[in-house]
């Protein structure tokens, strides 16, 4: 039987892919060196093993560390959300903020923070994956007409986006509890992340992500286009729905850590197919890779640049995001 040899396209993705990885690993110890007390990279692995002084053992590994790894793990899983929109919907807006998956899911955290006060922590998470992966039916129903189409789909994607962030806002003009915790949560951010979001997040990077990456040829198939990818035998509108569902997961995890961050899912997608072209078996992979960086190198920026203030990093996406939507509406549009 004759084997499977990788595409001469993957081939020459190998250096992208390893140089993102080896500027993520920079950027993590850089994450982890600096702040009110800065450290040497010695002192910081000597702090992951838990060597030499306590003090500095307990910033690494119990403070900077878990907050790095969340925030490698929300960039990687938004911006693996985006590659698998924009292929979706054949939209390079795709975007799980703008499709309206993070709304959704920003929405039911929200009303779980305001309904259960006392207990946030135990009921955002789930109230988070609920509301991203019932953004992404009410979607997928809105879309729906004897199948999807890609324009259909963005269309009622930003439609949802509008009427549940409506719904958010109502919900923060009548409540008078947790407004600013509600607040800091819609505007993204990082702050207190420690090793209990670790645990909250990465089974759902690993999942998801893998799912992914290997649906990641089908993704090839469908754009395509829908006649081509049925005529090849594709039942398009349950892949259509098998993708929507893993860009939910992504989301909604995402989303219960770290609150509503803009602009992640659509730059990095874009990133990544002008590095390594249109072959979605190396754009999910490095989106993911690019994802985290960028997360990661904002968080740093976001707790240092006004320190000792901290500003929350989905405002950092933002000023970055914007300008780069603009020139994307300038150059494709």
């Known amino acids: 039987m004759a084997t499977s040899r990788p595409s001469p396209r993957l081939i020459r993705a190998a250096p992208a892919l390893s140089g993102a990885a080896l500027l993520l690993a920079l950027a993590m110890l850089l994450a982890v060196s600096v702040g009110a007390f800065a450290l040497t990279p010695s002192e910081v692995f000597r702090g992951l093993a838990e060597r030499g002084d306590p003090v500095t053992a307990r910033i690494v590994h119990d403070l900077r560390l878990p907050r790095v790894l969340v925030g490698a793990l929300v960039g990687a899983n938004l911006a693996i959300a985006g590659a698998l929109l924009q292929g979706v919907t054949r939209n390079p807006l795709g975007d799980p903020h703008i499709l309206g998956f993070s709304a959704g899911a920003g929405l039911f955290a929200v009303i779980a923070i305001d309904v259960l006060p006392a207990a946030p922590t135990a009921i955002v998470t789930p109230a988070a994956f609920v509301g991203s992966l019932v953004s992404a039916a009410v979607v997928y129903a809105l879309a729906w007409r004897g199948g999807i189409t890609p324009v259909r789909f963005a269309l009622a994607g930003v439609a949802v986006a509008a009427l549940f962030t409506a719904l958010s806002t109502a919900v923060l003009a009548t409540s008078d509890r947790f407004t600013q915790s509600v607040l800091s949560f819609l505007a993204g951010g990082l702050y207190g992340s420690g090793w209990d979001e670790v645990g909250h997040i990465w089974p759902y990077t690993l999942v998801a992500g893998v799912a992914a990456i290997l649906m990641a040829d089908t993704l090839n198939v469908l754009a395509l286009g829908d006649d081509v990818a049925r005529s090849l035998g594709m039942r398009v509108e349950r892949v259509r729905l ?92």
């Open 242 to 333: 098998a993708l929507a569902v893993i860009a939910a997961l992504l989301t909604g995890s995402a989303v219960a850590v770290a609150g509503l961050l803009a602009f992640v899912g659509l730059m990095v997608p874009h990133v990544a197919r002008l590095a390594v072209g249109g072959d979605y078996r190396a754009v999910v992979p490095l989106s993911a890779l690019l994802g985290a960086l960028l997360l990661v190198l904002a968080d740093t920026v976001a707790r240092t640049v006004i320190a000792p203030v901290e500003i929350p990093v989905g405002i950092v996406t933002a000023v970055l995001g914007a300008p780069a939507l603009l020139l994307l509406i300038r150059t494709r549009t």
